[in-house]
């Protein structure tokens, strides 16, 4: 149904306001009572009020709040020229639907926020655009204390570019963590950022230009924040400056950049998987805490002692304890995943490559080890 045939029954729900408002003869006789304009020389569509033979007394008013909000910016105290200000945005006669579905194409918003944008700009496009992606940016402002606990890690590495980036873009909800646009935003950051003049922080980032589509990371952001209607944060971001391999799983849960000179990059992938997969802490041992290196080694002796042994094979038991303590934290002491008779340090050393940097990070839970 539409407002023409909806508006003459508001007058059993409404109150007699009829002050500022008179009719002629049969109820069809035109005023401007500064509420709401029926004059002569008003082409608006308010005219259609009187047309309808509607009582006086739905003239809108403090009275009669059901009008004033049917009626919207029109029920104004500034006569005709605020009704003619306001005639697109409430009934929005202008615009057509294929202007309307174009721009929902575009924004992925619903139909109504689209038309009621494009008659604010008079049917002007990219200015609905620009609009719609103002009031996306208050209205998530208004939501910024939400929490953050989903998201994804992406990368960008490249031996022959010689560079190596990642990030963490968090959101609110699983159901956006494997959307196409979401992961589109992730790795267009961690590409800019890898290719790109680098970025110290999420706001200097931003601002650069998106490597897939046209303007900067910022209007991508905010386009797909107003259309996800979720909160998003690039809560962390690193740059490594050197050949990289590197590996995201699926979920987008884990990632690592694995700095390296020389190798391949099959080698440098692969050494990362076992990276995501068995978690050590450092490169090599001498990155170890001695503290903690000690605590273990006092720890081990002592139990030794407790079984009976003997000192002079205590040392060589230690010795041999201690490598099971090393492959659990170092990198190159560990069993490699997919041929554990060898070591990655020795898978590294078989292909020629040394291992200079490590990075690596599981969603919301920080650095997995020292970098």
């Known amino acids: 149904m539409s407002r023409l045939n909806r508006l003459p029954k508001l007058q059993k ?47 809108p008013g403090p009275q009669n709040p059901t009008l004033q909000n049917l009626t919207g910016r029109i029920a104004s105290r500034d006569g005709c020229d605020s009704h003619q200000r306001h005639r697109s945005s409430f009934f929005m006669a202008d615009i057509t639907a294929a202007a309307v579905k174009s721009l929902r194409d575009k924004t992925q918003l619903p139909m109504m926020e689209c038309k009621r944008a494009l008659a604010e700009t008079g049917g002007d496009e990219q200015a609905a ?27 960008y590495v490249s031996l022959e570019e010689g560079v190596g980036a990642m990030i963490e873009l968090q959101c609110e909800s699983a159901s956006v963590v494997g959307h196409e646009d979401f992961v589109q935003l992730a790795n267009d950051l961690a590409t800019q950022l890898a290719k790109g003049p680098g970025a110290e922080t999420a706001e200097t980032l931003l601002s650069q230009t998106s490597p897939s589509q046209d303007g900067t990371l910022q209007q991508q952001w905010d386009g797909l924040t107003n259309t996800m ?17 590197g590996y995201v799983h699926h979920d987008g849960k884990i990632g690592v950049v694995l700095q390296v000179e020389g190798g391949n990059a099959e080698v440098a992938k692969d050494i990362s998987m076992h990276v995501a997969a068995m978690k050590p802490q450092v490169l090599t041992i001498e990155e170890l805490d001695p503290a903690v290196v000690e605590k273990e080694r006092t720890f081990l002796s002592e139990q030794a002692r ?40 020795k898978i590294a050393k078989a292909a020629d490559m040394k291992i200079v940097r490590m990075v690596s990070w599981q969603l919301g839970k920080g650095q997995l080890g020292k970098d």
Do not use: W
């Not at 719609?132 to 890690?153: A, F, N, P, V």
């Not at 407790?306 to 090393?326: L, S, T, W």
């Open 129 to 155: 655009i620009e609009l719609l992606r103002k009031q996306g940016h208050t209205k998530m402002m208004g939501r910024s204390d939400r929490s953050t606990d989903e998201g994804r890690i992406a990368n």
């Open 13 to 59: 729900s409404l109150r007699p306001n009829n002050a500022d408002v008179s009719f002629g003869p049969g109820g069809t006789g035109y005023s401007c009572s500064g509420d709401l304009c029926l004059g002569d020389s008003c082409s608006g569509d308010v005219r259609f009020i009187a047309k309808r033979r509607l009582e006086p007394s739905i003239a």
């Open 306 to 345: 407790k079984e009976g042994k003997p000192e002079n094979i205590i040392e060589k038991m230690v010795e041999g304890r201690m490598r099971n303590f090393y492959a659990g934290l170092v990198l190159l002491q560990q069993p490699f995943i997919k041929e554990d008779k060898q070591t990655v340090g």
């Open 229 to 245: 209607r979720e909160v998003f944060r690039l809560t962390r971001l690193v740059r490594v400056d050197g050949p990289c391999g």
